[in-house]
């Protein structure tokens, strides 16, 4: 059996079929006291299902005929192991988007890793609680270079194998399990704040209030965002805290948040906002900044300010539950108020969408807009 991969190039039929044979007969042992054998390990994970769905996954790379696929694949493994599982595996890829192709998929394709409990994930873990992490990646290669001798066949030459991401997702585990621990994100951060006052009637008056919010971290979104604000009296006592969410901020973004709101009360004489993050994604590039508003047009009716617009969206996908917000300025750039916008209908892709909202104070002073959307973004990295 060859164990080297240059050496992996151009074999005969006779002699790849052997090779597979010879590797399929051997044994892993990686824990000597309870001979814990990687090759039979579990009735439904073990290398006979692993190196079955790795071979036919390469055959299907590499362009085989279905049949002539299944031929090569029952007469390299017969007699090695129990019919079912040639049975189940040639079943199941006659129809790849059955749930038993996608079952042995999660178990036994090429990208796994630490905890998805696949066959190469718990071979890793068995090896460090065995301290033999050595003896399988050796068992790691011995499969690779076997599976490179089935691509690699007579003339064969092709440009790239299913098989070697077997070892590019393996030594990714590796990697992460010794690398330095990720540092703890950043916290959100309040850039700015301000608001006005509409007029009172009796004990109640409208709030219109802008706050921008910062995720500083570089390579991660903010996600579940909670916004506390806390509005006082000159008496330093607590009129009221408003409570307000956001879904995402994209790394390295300032959330534009607006809110209009009914205040029961003294007259707000200082504010202040805080926001957290319950989660952060794992994420270097912006994705939220597709959504745009364009043709912005303020009026002004009788204690109220409204905003029109068209919002685009220029995603390859359609969005549900996209909120617009939105802050009003002055021309030093002081926050002066903001408000928001819920689109419940679906937006779909590259198309536009007039939207009017209207917040019940009178900002007379505005020159400027600024605004952020926010929808739920991992729905952008679904596959």
Known sequence: METEFQKAVGKGVGEVIRDIREFLSL???????????LCPLLPDLNMYGQFSFALLSEAYAQGWEPDAAESFYRHAVSGIFDESIVTTMIE??????????????RKYGNRFTLSDGSY???CLALGIDGEQIGTVMQYLRLFTVCLMEFAYMEDRNPEKTYTWSYYESFRRMLDDLTAAPEPEPLPLKIRALGGSAGKRDGDTYMLSL????????PDRMARGIGIDITLKDRDGNV?????DQLQSIDPRAIYHFGVTKKIRGAAVASLSATAKASSHFKLSTPIMKHIKLSELRVSRPENATKLLANLSNTYDRPLRSVIVHYQYLNADNKILGGGNEWIFDELPVTSSKPIASRIPVSIPSATKILYSVDFDALELVKD
């Open 27 to 37: 044994s892993c042992v990686v824990n000597p006291e309870r001979q814990l054998d």
């Open 92 to 105: 199941a890829f006659r129809d790849q988007k059955c749930d038993a192709y996608r079952a042995l998929s």
């Open 120 to 122: 190469w994930s718990t």
């Open 210 to 217: 802008g706050i921008d919010i910062e995720n500083p971290n």
């Open 239 to 243: 009129i009221t805290v408003i409570k």
